[in-house]
């Protein structure tokens, strides 16, 4: 009896969290064998045909010595001052998407009609629009006219003064600080939409129970929703909100089309100067992936925490 039972206490039951020993599980699987080796065998074949087929002589040591050379003042290469323009637009590009899209979320579920007819209107233009169409109207038509309105046209066009650190870190220099303004506005407002859409799904998945359990309790809006409502709606939208996040810094590339030196602005400009081609475009399609899968394994683990959250309550 001593024996059985402690075998059943040893056994996971369904829905508890994993064990710390088994966090991670790098255990590959048939399929997983399998598309490695149609992955390695198709970057050898490419190798091969742009050696043999079109007479490619890579030049590795020359496009990674011109990537990381300094610029003429001894500052940060240029490649790495675009990298770290990317993230800078990416992670303002998030915050303004993730509040902006939570606002647009609630408007539309507001009983006020108005309110929910200008939400759901401005969600379904963005989502059909094409993103590249979006920046290039709302950087011609709406950014010139908005920057007045709001009162920052001496902060951006005319700031005379020294930079401190903790602002270069978190909004680079002066001089591009309207480029940074147009590029997270640009970016946030288009992922703003989507997100507003993912949130109001996990919302809509909440049963009417819960509601009403929150109800009886007596508490206010605010507190239902913080405490009862929005914690199971965000465990259930973490994976779909980590792809639409991941978008973000992907389509921060599109902004390069207005002058707004990020990772793609900065290789592409070396690609052309240099005839450096393939080499500096792999090199920023690597970077791409590193941030993106970096963001990914993020998320993976806020999934697993809130999941665990969600079985603690």
Known sequence: MTVAKTSCNNTP????????????????????????????????????RSSIGIHYHWHWHQALK???????????????????STIRVSIWGMIFAAIFGLLLALAHRSSFKIIKLIASSYIQLVRNIPPLVFVFIF????????????GL????????????????VLF?????????FSGVLCVGLIAAAYIAEIIRSGIDTISKGQWEAADSLGLSTYSRFRFVIFPQAFAAIVPTLAGQFISIVKDSSIIS????????????EIANSSGFIFEIWLIVGAVYFILCFSLSLLFRKLEKYSSRYLQQR
């Open 153 to 168: 046209s001496d902060l951006f066009r005319h700031y005379d003064g020294q930079e401190n650190i903790l602002q270069i």
């Open 13 to 48: 039951q369904a829905g508890s969290p994993p064990s710390v020993g088994r966090r991670f599980n790098f255990k590959l699987n048939k399929l997983d064998v399998t598309l490695l080796i149609i992955i390695g065998c198709f970057i050898g074949w490419l190798a091969y």
């Open 66 to 84: 011109l990537v990381f050379t300094c610029g003429h003042d001894g500052g940060l290469p240029y490649f790495i001052k675009g990298i770290i």
């Open 257 to 268: 089309l207005i002058s707004i030196q990020e990772m793609t602005f900065t290789g592409s």
């Open 139 to 150: 950087y011609f038509f709406i950014s010139n006219q908005l920057i007045p309105l709001l």
């Open 172 to 180: 680079g220099h002066n001089n591009l600080w309207e480029n940074l």
